[in-house]
């Protein structure tokens, strides 16, 4: 029974792969408006520059409570 899901999520994966690149080729979709494009950035790069910033300030917390768990704190 194993062997037939498996083998049905295969050839569904195949069959979904297939609809997305025919629906790929006969229809083309723009994500950019004017706006973003005359400011420079995209909005994928203003998602990566705010994943860092938050990254680097949860590490920041963590690193103030690790020091003070380990009582090197200043």
Known sequence: MLVFI??????????????VHLFADN?????????ES??????AQEI?????RTHRESERQ???AFKVASGTHC
């Open 62 to 64: 963590m690193n103030k």
């Open 48 to 52: 990566a520059i705010a994943m860092r």
């Open 27 to 35: 229809y083309a979709i723009e994500w950019d408006s004017a706006s």
């Open 6 to 19: 498996i083998a049905g999520a295969i050839i569904g994966s195949f069959v979904v792969e297939y609809l």
């Open 38 to 43: 005359a400011k420079g950035i995209s909005s």
